[in-house]
């Protein structure tokens, strides 16, 4: 019981001081990274490159940046990485606003390895060299690839078979990541039984060391850090500091 009084006791302080909130991760256990490039690369080693056979660069989302940087300000200086061309964006299809990041290195070294010895690999390797060194966008028109990109219909076709494009609506493709469907499945399937496991807990919270150390079900295949990363940073739980700790409150939507 007394516990139970001092998780409610922190809670309505907690409240009261709700835009001070100090969002858990790296950054507020004041020995992780402070910028966006060490941050994305902290959240990818939390990857599981196993799990594909290294055959996929390593992904994290957007969104999860703000589980651990809470000013969007600053979340947003990502685009300067990508203005640089070392980070690229894609939209990953199970949400609007889901965005994957990568870093273009990775992105390029994986996507070369899987057409080893293959016959897209020509049109690949000039859509890698022409396109994504000097394009920062999302998606790509049937125009643009023909006229600025040069193109022909037969290599956009192999592009799109070779998995770096994916079809948007007619005419137009989103960049996209060679054999990503087991990472997509395999991530919403994780994100739903973590969720799970935060409602299913007494008064829907639980204190996020100890989700943690939870003991995951063959349904969580990544690192059960990756996917509160996710779940914090997607809003779909809330947040609360304590004195035992970061509680994290499931959200009814």
Known sequence: ??????????????????????????????????????????????????????TLPQIALKHQLYSIHSDKTLVDKENKLREKGELLMFQLGFDAEA?????????????????????????????????????????????????????????????????????????????????????TKYFIQGRKAVLGMVKKSKYSEVLKAELEERRTTSQVKFHMKYHIHDIVGAELVESVPTTSGILLRFVDS
């Not at 006791?9 to 969002?23: G, I, Q």
């Not at 998606?139 to 290599?155: A, I, R």
């Not at 592009?159 to 990503?180: M, Q």
């Open 1 to 54: 019981m007394n516990r139970k009084r001092a998780l409610i006791s922190d809670t309505l302080m907690a409240k009261k001081r709700k835009n001070a909130t100090e969002k858990f991760g790296a950054v507020s256990d004041g020995d992780g990274p402070t910028d966006i490039k060490s941050t994305l690369e902290y959240l990818m080693t939390l990857f599981p490159r196993k799990l594909f056979n290294d």
């Open 99 to 183: 965005f994957g990041l990568i870093f273009a290195s990775d992105y390029k070294t994986k996507v070369l390895a899987g057409e080893e010895g293959k016959v897209t690999r020509a049109a690949v390797e000039k859509f890698l060299e022409k396109v994504l060194s000097s394009c920062r966008d999302l998606s790509f028109t049937k125009d643009k690839m023909l006229k600025e990109f040069l193109f022909t219909d037969s290599e956009i076709t192999q592009l799109v078979k070779s998995g770096v494009l994916t079809v948007r609506d007619a005419g137009s493709w989103w960049l996209s990541i060679p054999n990503s469907g087991k990472f």
